[in-house]
T-cell receptor, first 109, second 113 residues
């Protein structure tokens, strides 16, 4: 079966750095996405990785290792507004998105 | 403002009633999707459409139907609602380009009693 694993919940301090991990087992791979979802709102696109390595976009970076079936989202200089759920999703060989359950990130002052 | 709209925002429905959730996008995206999101579970695909005139079943299609008469609209119908269909429903669309990034509507919160 297809599976995406990510921690259920993480807590971090304002101004700090946090890394949210995602491991996946899917039938084929055509890219990995990270989305941010604030409570009661729709998911919004953060990043897309299809090649191994680190993609940096401002305070957010996303890393991919295809051989290890592993990705992480790195958030720097955390702000209170970063409190949200972060969803990892993989585009499989049929171009269907397989979603993880999401990681709820709690930022404390 | 370009994007995806969904209606209604929320709805309380008696079991056995028929309900259509509406979704409209103005980005001229080829593909559209319906997901449900339940606490503790990832987004689960109900139905999708790769282009106008075609539809396909996702992971949890039972009890739901869709149509795609044109590029912009993708309604989701619950023929006879049951309490297990209580959920938040998101519509999304993508351009089917090389990244196939999906963009989401604001969601419909549906409660079936």
């Amino acid at each position: 079966g297809q599976n995406i694993d990510q921690p259920t919940e993480m807590t971090a301090t304002e101004g700090a750095i946090v890394q949210i991990n995602c491991t996946y087992q899917t039938s084929g791979f055509n890219g990995l996405f990270w989305y941010q979802q604030h409570a009661g709102e729709a998911p919004t696109f953060l990043s897309y990785n299809v090649l191994d390595g680190l993609e940096e976009k401002g305070r957010f970076s996303s890393f991919l290792s295809r051989s290890k079936g592993y990705s992480y989202l790195l958030l720097k200089e955390l702000q209170m507004k970063d409190s949200a759920s972060y969803l990892c999703a993989v585009l499989d060989s049929n171009y269907q998105l397989i979603w993880g359950a999401g990681t709820k990130l709690i930022i404390k002052p | 403002i370009a994007g995806i709209t969904q209606a209604p925002t929320s709805q309380i429905l008696a079991a056995g009633r028929r309900m259509t959730l509406r979704c409209t996008q103005d980005m001229r995206h080829n593909a559209m999707y319906w997901y449900r999101q339940d606490l503790g579970l990832g987004l689960r695909l109900i139905h999708y459409s790769n282009t106008a005139g075609t539809t396909g079943k996702g992971e949890v299609p039972d009890g739901y139907s869709v149509s795609r008469a044109n590029t912009d609209d993708f309604p989701l119908t619950l023929a006879s609602a049951v309490p297990s269909q209580t959920s938040v429903y998101f519509c999304a669309s993508s351009d089917r380009d090389n990244t196939d990034t999906q963009y989401f509507g604001p969601g419909t919160r549906l409660t079936v009693l």
